[in-house]
């Protein structure tokens, strides 16, 4: 489960133990059983504190701000958007640079929707405005309910005429963040780090291979972070002094949140529901290990690229990928 915190994880326990014992991957004792589904979060994260401090990163912004047309779309508020009912996402771009800006390398189009953190991940050939509009009509193509708004940063690659035509075309909410303030997309910015870097590490990609490595990846992630990783949304924030108090909903997977929005069809929901009796979690996980180490094994052809002193060595590119098996 990637490692994933208690509170993350107790909830979704009782129906993973069930989805992987009908896919015979887990065998247990009635004891150890019942232990299972009774263990605390607090307990799990005792117990696997060792293990979470061996896998840390850290990244960096490479956005580029775009000036066109950047009047014509405004600025979101919070106001501005029902975040409870899907369909209202934000976008952002991910660099593979692997360190070193110079030439074209992969970009990963992160889309994710902030009422059932629903999330989907496309990798594209550069930071054309083009490659990024037609992947985001593909993700758009893929989304188990209607796309009504998205919300991007003020790089180029979104505020474009490409961009701008289409939405006022099919209807879409185009709101852009504030500049320099990383927060307004706060719900994308956690993905880039939680699904795209744990997925596939800093390294550079920049060939055709790479990319195709990159889709083919990405098109079981989607599976196994949207059915079998759990998320929880903040509900409140309160300030007393210097101390900050959050409140979190209970951990539930974004299939979950969809079957619970009211506002997606039934239909929809049924197509949902018969997609995840097929889906395996450690079938989807072992597959996507293969795909990590061919990732992997396609940068070590030729002469690697420089890469700055903060970036992360080879052996931590693939968080998720060390004892894969056993998480």
Known sequence: MDYIC???????????????????????????RSKLL???????????????????????????????????IP???FADWDEQQPGFAEIDLVGHDGGSVAGDYCQTLDLTDIATTWTETKA???????????ALKEIRAELPFPLLGIDSDNGSEFINQYLTTYCVREKLSFTRSRPYRK???????????S????????QRFDTDKQLGILNELYATLRLYTNFFQPTMKLIRKERVGSKVSKRYDRAQTPYQRVLAAPQVSQAAKQKLRRKYE???????????????????????????PRVRSRQCSNDRFFTNRVRGDQA
């Open 278 to 304: 097929l889906l395996n979690p450690a079938a989807l996980k072992r597959r996507l290990m293969r795909l990590q180490d061919r990732l992997l094994k396609s940068t070590a052809v030729g002469k690697p």
């Open 124 to 134: 594209v050939r550069n930071k054309a405005q083009a490659f990024v509009f037609e």
């Open 6 to 32: 208690g509170k993350r994880l107790q909830p979704l326990l009782p129906e993973l133990i069930t989805v992987l014992e009908r896919h015979n991957e887990f065998h247990c004792d009635r004891e150890t």
């Open 38 to 72: 009774a263990i605390s979060a607090a307990t799990i994260d005792r117990l696997l504190k060792p293990e979470r401090r061996k896998f840390e990163l850290r990244g960096r912004s490479g956005t580029k701000p775009g000036t066109l047309l950047k009047k014509q």
């Open 195 to 202: 699904i795209v870097r744990r997925a596939v590490g800093y």
């Open 75 to 77: 600025i979101r508020t």
């Open 183 to 193: 927060n307004d997309n706060c719900f994308v910015e956690q993905k880039n780090y």
